[in-house]
Nanobody
């Protein structure tokens, strides 16, 4: 199995930027499709973005397209989420997840391994 630890969350003003990191340990990182999800208070966990094993393919939720960028460094066993033009609706706990499946999926239940989450708060 793989262990995931997120970092980089914090408080930022609307319009600002943050970069989240997720460090993986355990099994070979490049074996996994990696995803980012988020959960706001009182809401279900939702898909944000995902990246293929090689990094050549990505997928984004409509709500973050053009503002967020996912990337991975397989040599460093790390996946990143660059978040720009943040707005208060982006406030949530952000989770990193790993999927052993054959292609990028957006369903929460598809991902077998999860980090503990990092809080992102955007003030207006």
């Amino acid at each position: 199995q793989v262990q995931l630890v997120e970092s980089g969350g914090g408080l930022v003003q609307a319009g600002g930027s943050l970069r989240l990191s997720c460090a993986a340990s355990g099994r070979t990182f490049s074996n996994y499709i990696m995803g980012w999800f988020r959960q706001a208070p009182g809401k279900e966990r939702e898909f944000v973005s995902a990246i293929s094993r090689s990094g050549g393919s990505t997928n984004y939720a409509d709500s973050v397209k053009g503002r967020f960028t996912i990337a991975r460094d397989n040599a460093k066993n790390t996946v990143y989420l660059q978040m720009n033009s943040l707005n208060p609706e982006d406030t949530a706990v952000y989770y990193c997840a790993a999927d052993e499946g054959p292609f990028i999926r957006t369903m929460t239940k598809a991902y077998e391994y999860w980090g503990q989450g990092t809080q992102v708060s955007v003030s207006s």
